[in-house]
């Protein structure tokens, strides 16, 4: 668990953030500039200090264990086998949690089957597989959650990846030739055109990585999350509001801040409906009010209103009703065990548990209704949970 990182060793710089110690690194890098004149300078000075921090990262991965002596007259095969580092007894160690938030994403979360399902619903399901190879070309290469992109990897890479069999399961694979269908495209071919249609996505699926070479391409997580939480916002919108409010909702995502006489043109409603909804969606957080005055004076009868959408405002506000809404379903749960305690202590008697037929058909009925009653209630707190990992740990 030490060599994979799951657990890291407590270090006395670890009573401070990495934003304390990312601002020490960039304090010592402006002493070495007299004067810092351009923004060309002050990006790279951010950049120095920043790679400073990664590097001490890198160089404490270790600490807290022990580099074993090995014979220079061993075998490799036998040297491979066996584990180079033995843990220091003397080093407390203590539980990485991004790592495991990390694992958790790339190979068996919930997460990691939400994005396949998006980018199945987005264009189909070999576009989803593609995206499931992708986090698994990079998984051993990432440190954070809150990385922008993932490790880069050619379509080839990609291809080699894949299952021979993942382009014979109906999906739509367009001929090389068009005048010759029984022409096949390489499996090559076919990642290339998933991949395009991946990176031309509205949602910024794929990004192309030419500062790392020719046919590089990588997980774009800063524009992918983004387009998660809209389409997660937009769900809850349409459910609670309906769907003009979602539509208005969107609109001012794609155009920026408009006055109320842009938003009817565009959401094509009448001028009643759109002030209704407006007023609807400001009482509920969802939009503000931008005034831009005409003049010094800032008469409210001579300013323009734009409306707008506060989007990491209502992602906290929407993840702060995650949380209230799962905490009201465990006390509900509470409340349906303690209806039945009676039945609860029967069935955890040892001649029940022996054989469940003692029960009468009275306490029958009522398990099987307890049992319904926790299953939805189970299943609504995990679709809360996936909420939850988008809205904060994506």
């Known amino acids: 668990m030490a060599i994979e990182q799951f657990v890291t060793a407590v270090l006395p710089q670890h009573s401070r953030s990495v934003y304390d110690r990312f601002l020490d690194a ?129 379509v080839t890479h990609i291809a080699n990846m894949l299952e021979p069999d993942v382009f014979t399961r109906g999906d739509i694979v367009l001929p090389t030739n068009p005048m010759d269908k029984k022409e096949k495209p390489s499996v090559n071919e076919v990642v290339q055109g998933y ?48 769907v003009a409010c979602c539509r208005i909702v969107r609109i001012l995502n794609d155009k920026g801040k408009l006055d109320e006489s842009q938003i009817q043109k565009y959401a094509m409603l009448p001028p009643k409906d759109v002030r209704q909804k407006l007023d609807t969606l400001l009482l509920s957080g969802l939009v503000e009010i931008q005034e831009v005055p005409r003049s010094t004076d800032r008469a409210p009868g001579r300013s323009f209103h734009l409306w707008y959408v506060p989007l990491e405002k209502c992602f906290q506000e929407l993840l702060v009703d995650v949380y209230r809404t799962t905490a009201n379903l465990q006390q509900r749960k509470t409340e349906e065990l303690l209806r039945r305690k009676r039945l609860i202590d029967k069935l955890s008697r040892e001649d029940v548990i022996a054989n469940i037929e003692l029960l009468g058909e009275i306490d029958k009925a009522e398990l099987a209704k307890m049992e319904k009653v926790i299953e939805r209630i189970e299943v609504s707190k995990g679709r809360l949970d996936e909420m939850s990992m988008i809205l904060r740990d994506f």
């Open 195 to 242: 991949v395009d249609l991946l990176r031309t996505d509205p949602s910024g699926f794929i990004k192309r990585r030419d500062e790392l070479g020719s046919n590089q391409f990588s997980v774009n997580f800063a524009r992918l999350r983004q387009a998660m939480k809209k389409e997660l916002l937009e769900g809850l919108v349409t459910d609670k509001f309906g």
């Open 26 to 154: 960039e304090e010592k890098e402006l002493e070495k500039y007299t004067i810092v004149s351009s923004a060309q300078e002050i990006r790279t000075i951010k950049s120095a200090a920043q790679a400073t921090v990664n590097a001490i990262f890198k160089n404490i991965e270790h600490i807290g264990m022990k580099r074993k002596a090995v014979d220079d007259l061993q075998s490799e095969a036998k040297r491979s086998t066996e584990l180079a580092f033995d843990v220091d007894p003397e080093v407390f160690f203590t539980l990485n949690y991004e790592k495991y938030n990390l694992y958790f994403r790339n190979h068996a979360s919930f997460l990691l089957k939400m994005v396949a399902d998006f980018a199945t619903s987005r264009i189909n399901r070999t576009a989803g597989i593609v995206m499931k190879t992708f986090f698994r070309s990079g998984k051993e290469k990432m440190k954070a959650v809150k990385e922008d992109t993932s490790p880069a990897a050619t």
